[in-house]
């Protein structure tokens, strides 16, 4: 198996495991500043595999959306003073889908060119891509609801008005939407009827929910510091991942079955597998709320 770390050396960075075993790679031209670090335990620390994509995160105190390579570089970034943002979506390699939410709207961005659309109009907590190349979109705005847009803002379908403060939402691989709201629950609705029908309570402050690979429901349970896998039939937590968790805005399971996570007020994302082992980490980030893989 490939030495990941020697090759990250060849492109100019240092390799250091401190006695905590913390692997860091710290940038030669920065001094002592670490851009990354990937956390394991031996004999297998030589032999995690990087990320193969980039991740976009949008940081809300840090007034910030970032694209960020494997190594922990920022390869593109746009800050505003006080320009807070919620949630974002890589179209393709070169444009982006982000919330500008203090602004309250949504913008559709080409990296390159530079040029920006404002695609939607409204105070929206999350964006997810929908069926068809779609967006999805949920805030609390008009006693809150979801919405599908096409990536030129057009409406495609919205949800009655019947939600408190909805954080976070999701479409099923059958059409229906997945919501959580604020006041402690996750809902199902149907798309065409657009009723509720299913829902549980139990969570403190859900701010994101997706359906995995194996048809169960992932939530960051945000104040109870914890990520959540629930079997929607029986209503049953079939795992938790918590440990040092502080306020998780967000959760997303990526295509190798890893949990993506925004560990938020620990200033930190990172991807942890199934053994719950932590794989990668991105420090030094403020208050990231969201953070997406771009997987092809």
């Given at each position: 198996m490939d030495n990941y770390f020697y090759n990250v050396a060849l492109k100019g960075a240092t390799h250091i495991v401190d006695s905590n075993e913390k692997a860091r790679f710290i940038s030669i031209d920065e001094g002592t500043k670490p851009i990354y670090r990937q956390i394991t335990t031996p004999p297998n620390l030589l032999y995690i595999d990087l990320p193969e994509n980039n991740t976009f995160i949008t940081d809300d105190m840090g007034m910030a959306v970032f694209e960020i390579d494997k190594f922990g570089n920022v390869v593109w970034e746009q800050k505003q003073k006080d320009k807070t943002y919620f949630g974002i979506i890589p179209i393709n390699l070169n444009e982006i889908v982000f919330n500008a939410y203090s602004y309250g709207r949504v913008e559709k961005l080409n990296k390159v060119t530079g040029e920006a659309n404002i695609i939607y109009d409204g105070y929206m907590r999350d964006i997810v891509p929908a069926?068809?190349?779609?967006?999805?979109?949920?805030?609390?705005?008009?006693?809150?609801k979801a919405v599908i847009i096409d990536v030129e803002?057009?409406?495609?379908?919205?949800?009655?008005p019947e939600f408190y403060y909805p954080r976070g939402v999701w479409q099923k691989?059958?059409?229906?939407?997945?919501?959580?709201?604020?006041?402690g629950k996750a809902y199902e609705i149907d798309y065409y009827t657009k009723n509720i029908i299913w829902e549980m309570k139990g969570f403190n402050c859900p701010n994101s929910i997706q359906e995995t690979i194996n048809k169960n429901y992932l939530i960051a349970d945000e104040h109870n510091n914890r990520v959540v896998e629930i079997n929607p039939i029986n209503k049953k937590i079939v795992r938790t991942y918590s440990r040092d968790l502080w306020?998780?805005?967000?959760?997303?399971?990526?295509?190798?079955g890893d949990w993506l996570i925004c560990d938020t007020d620990n200033n930190r994302v990172i991807q942890i597998n199934?053994?719950?082992?932590?794989?990668?980490?991105?420090?030094?980030?403020?208050?990231?709320n969201r953070a997406v893989r771009l997987e092809p």
């Open positions: 069926e068809g190349g779609n967006l999805l979109l949920v805030g609390h705005e008009d006693k809150g803002g057009k409406l495609i379908w919205e949800s009655n691989e059958d059409g229906n939407i997945l919501i959580v709201d604020f006041r306020s998780p805005n967000y959760a997303r399971e990526l295509k190798n199934n053994q719950d082992n932590m794989v990668w980490e991105l420090s030094n980030m403020h208050t990231p």
